[in-house]
């Protein structure tokens, strides 16, 4: 499974970007696919999560209201609308997929991960 993550840039706070993430291959009917975001000297930290079967959808305290996760099933991607931007969402964003049924919100339960693409949102 290959993922590819594009949609990254740079933003004035109060802006929108859009990140996008193809998979090339979706494993099992229960697979969901994941955000995450890493800051500079900071873990990588869950972003939102939804599913592939019925558009479930997670997100964290930190973007919920702000950002929305989706999908195109046919299309294999898997999007993130960030809206209301702040400094404080600069990071490099990457893309998960899993077939893991939950703990969508954990990085260990990912089993492939996409190359990441930086947002930087300046004050």
């Known amino acids: 499974v290959q993922l590819q993550a594009c949609g990254g840039g740079l933003v004035q706070a109060g802006g929108s970007l859009r990140l996008s993430c193809v998979a090339s291959?979706?494993?099992?009917?229960?697979?969901?696919m994941g955000w995450f975001r890493q800051a500079p000297g900071k873990e990588r930290e869950f972003v939102a999560s939804?599913?592939?079967?019925?558009?479930?959808?997670y997100y964290a305290d930190t973007v919920k209201g702000r950002f929305t996760i989706s999908l195109d099933n046919a299309k294999n991607t898997v999007s993130l609308q960030m809206n209301s931007l702040k400094p404080e969402d600069t990071a490099v964003y990457y893309c998960?997929?899993?077939?893991?049924?939950?703990?969508?919100?954990?990085?260990?339960?990912?089993?492939?991960w996409g190359q990441g693409t930086e947002v930087t949102v300046s004050s």
């Open positions: 998960a997929q899993t077939s893991a049924g939950g703990g969508w919100h954990r990085t260990d339960r990912y089993d492939y």
């Open positions: 291959t979706r494993t099992f009917s229960k697979d969901a």
């Open positions: 939804i599913s592939w079967s019925g558009g479930s959808t």
